[in-house]
């Protein structure tokens, strides 16, 4: 039950007043999240060839992974995020349902069966991207693909409208009631790319419960740049019974962390890709755009989660953390970062859950190479760049290979 506080106390003492009741197990304040993206790239990135643009799906192996299975439309996904363009021609099809849960300016939220309550539209284009990212759909000669070409993707519309500040909250009261849903539904893979500070011990137990029924939480570690060991952030830190919790850092084509990344020894699994990410967009029915964040780094590892399931449906939620944990392309800029230490790997992953052998993780390396008269363009917003003047290529290529971050070097006369 949500309620409004009408007596002029602050939240903390009222929260606190009602917890001394005898009539109240539980209270809680309706915790504040913002989703975990960063603003999409500029229009020059958004414009690239859209093949080259999905160089994360050849960073995450998902070809490899294609051979054994596409995935399947009996795989229930729940996007808990801020809806979806449900007739966007790379979505439509491998939309199941959905329902709008997002708390209005007014503290409500749409009435149960009415027509807004199964209106899931898209508020921000953030829940469009991560979607698209899932389960855009494969093999139909248009746009992109998704880490699965076919699944069932359930929306659950959860993010507020702007308020005064023009800030955007995902309100735990809003999130309880997707998670419910999506529990209700059936789904496998519950994709969570929000978060915050607020610990909710009914949410803590709501997560639990998706996990009783055999579902994952795959979740964003968060934009801080922060340590979620020390200062955790939710639901990516929520650690349950059942293990059902997947905590997702953003990583860069080089598979460095991100700079805005959250990490955690112990409490961030692994990383994906999660920069300069091109999915779908709410804008139009073929829009694409390019975004970045821990926000779409976690539809990949959710994505790659709905691939095992489609693959072994047999499978327990703790069959397929443990494949896709214990199978990542081991980085050691990422030791010690995340719990696995490296990034995910999605034809290894399949490998480990159906027992066979594991393909060669590749050498992270890099080869020095010299052209005349060639001009290149990159498509990664969040390159580090270096302009400056040399006395020769030569040394242009030696200052390149002395620096820790630069894997290309041009020079010009």
């Keep these: 039950m949500l309620f409004a506080i009408t007596d002029g106390s602050s939240v903390q ?20 999240y913002k989703r975990t993206a960063l603003a999409p790239n500029d229009a020059y990135f958004s414009a690239a060839p859209h093949f080259a643009g999905m160089w994360f799906l050849q960073k995450v192996a998902a070809p490899g992974g294609w051979v054994t299975t596409t995935g399947s439309p009996t795989v229930k996904v729940c996007m808990i995020d801020t809806g979806v363009r449900r007739t966007h021609q790379d979505l439509q099809a491998n939309l199941a349902g959905g329902w709008n849960r997002a708390v209005r300016a007014d503290g409500t939220q749409p009435a149960v069966n009415t027509t807004e309550y199964f209106d899931f539209f898209d508020s921000s284009g953030h829940g469009s991207h991560t979607a698209g990212t899932v389960g855009a759909v494969g093999n139909n000669s248009v746009g992109i693909t998704g880490v699965n070409w076919q699944v069932s993707l359930w929306i659950c519309a959860s993010e507020s409208p702007p308020d005064a500040d023009g800030n955007q909250w995902f309100y735990n009261s809003a999130l309880a009631d997707c998670y419910s849903l999506c529990q209700a539904q059936g789904v496998r893979v519950v994709s969570a790319s929000y978060g915050g500070p607020g610990y909710s011990s009914a949410t803590a137990a709501q997560i639990e419960a998706l996990g009783q029924a055999g579902a994952l939480l795959v979740a964003a570690a968060g934009n801080e740049a922060t340590d979620n060991d020390a200062v955790p952030s939710y639901p990516a830190s929520y650690v349950t019974p059942s293990g059902n919790v997947i905590s997702v850092a953003a990583s860069l084509p080089s598979d460095d962390l991100s700079s805005f990344s959250n990490w955690g020894a112990t409490s961030v699994d692994l990383a994906a890709p999660g920069v300069t990410v091109l999915s779908t967009y709410y ?22 989660a709905a691939l095992l399931f489609a693959a072994k449906p047999s499978a327990t939620l703790q069959e397929v953390k443990q494949a896709l944990l214990s199978s990542v392309d081991p980085v050691p800029a990422l030791a010690g970062r995340v719990l696995t230490g490296g990034r995910l790997n999605i034809e290894r992953a399949l490998a480990a859950l159906l027992g066979n052998p594991l393909p060669s993780a590749p050498a992270q390396q890099y080869v020095f190479t010299q052209k005349a008269d060639v001009g290149y363009s ?36």
């Design 13 to 32: 003492d009222k929260v606190k007043a009602l917890r001394q009741h005898p009539a109240v197990e539980l209270a809680e304040p309706d915790y504040l």
């Design 283 to 304: 804008s139009s029915d073929s829009s694409y755009v390019y975004m970045s964040g821990t926000s779409m780094a976690t539809p990949i590892v959710s994505g790659a």
């Design 378 to 413: 990159f498509y990664f917003g969040y390159c580090q760049r270096l302009l400056y003047t040399a006395a020769s290529g030569a040394d242009c290529m030696a200052d390149c290979q002395e620096s820790s971050w630069c894997y290309f070097a041009s020079f010009h006369k």
